[in-house]
């Protein structure tokens, strides 16, 4: 076996500029996270105006559907209304000519 013979550094010491640079270092990590907060923030603004329009168009149409729903039964009602007036018709015209015949 080999035997490592390069100098061993004590731990967890160091110099005041190698503390300066690591508290640049720091600084400017700082900063560019802070500016991506930033961003994200103004993305998260942006997703909460257009979710809430869409919520508004989402409401919007349903209303409408409910009232096309109604209206759909409205028309049903009606045309079932008709057909028994038409069948009840057909059947007076029948007995009708039933008659002059």
Do not use: W, Y
């Amino acid at each position: 076996m080999m035997k490592n013979n390069s100098p061993k550094k004590k731990s967890g010491t160091f110099t005041p500029s190698q503390v300066g640079a690591l508290f640049e270092s720091l600084k400017g990590d700082i900063q560019v996270l802070a500016e991506g907060q930033g961003i994200l923030r103004k993305d998260v603004g942006d997703v909460r105006e257009t979710l809430g329009r869409t919520l508004e168009r989402v409401t919007g149409l349903e209303i409408s559907v409910t009232g096309m729903k109604e209206t759909v039964a409205l028309i049903l009602r009606d045309t079932t209304d008709i057909k028994k007036t038409i069948a009840d018709h057909g059947n007076r015209i029948t007995r009708l000519e039933a008659g002059k015949l």
